[in-house]
């Protein structure tokens, strides 16, 4: 990926401490040789932020966010509030809440401005599902996501064979 190229997906989170988890989406868009661009945006710290980075985010070329946010998980709603482009959300662990508060913060949003979501700590997911709306307009990244999901059938086939070879004591070591 050539780090000159427009972003098309926006990777955005609440803090830093949320960086690790979404990591795994960019991992996953470079492989892809998708562009995309990443940073810290708090909906509640930083509201005047967010609402430039969504107002101003088709204009910039991005194709999709993905937003994860954790607790109250507010960002990912607050961006879909301010833009028409699809918006992913990650509900993110914390070490502070029940895993269901951020699931159903980003779940739940109110009629029109709906939200994707992923499971818990999913931002590979996130990264996938990113790649896949682009997939749908670029035969270039559908072919790539075919090529991946092949990878993983070819994987999964690889495990039934030894499960089955082996019989399930042996293959767990037991």
Do not use: C
């Not at 994860?68 to 990912?76: D, E, N």
């Not at 699809?86 to 949003?109: A, C």
């Not at 035969?139 to 399930?168: I, M, P, T, Y």
Request: proline fraction near 4%; avoid cysteine.
């Amino acid at each position: 990926m050539n780090k000159s190229e427009k972003p098309l997906v926006g990777i955005i989170m609440g803090s830093d401490s949320d960086l690790l988890v979404m990591s795994e989406a960019a991992k996953f868009l470079e492989e892809m040789e998708i562009s995309y661009e990443m940073t810290v945006i708090s909906a509640h710290r930083t509201p005047e932020r967010m609402m430039k980075y969504g107002t101003t985010a088709r204009a910039r070329g991005l194709k999709v966010i993905i937003s994860g946010a954790g607790l109250a998980a507010h960002l990912p709603g607050v961006a879909a509030a301010y833009t028409t482009l699809p918006i992913i959300g990650v509900p993110l662990k914390s070490s502070t809440s029940v895993e269901w508060d951020s699931i159903l913060s980003i779940l739940q949003m109110p009629s029109g401005v709906p939200v994707a979501t992923v499971a818990l700590n999913a931002a590979k997911n996130a990264g996938i599902l990113a790649a896949q709306i682009i997939g749908a307009f670029d035969s270039g990244v559908a072919g790539k996501l075919a090529k991946f999901k092949e990878e993983l059938k070819v994987k999964v086939q690889a495990v039934a064979e030894k499960l089955e070879k082996e019989g399930w004591k042996k293959y767990l070591g037991k």
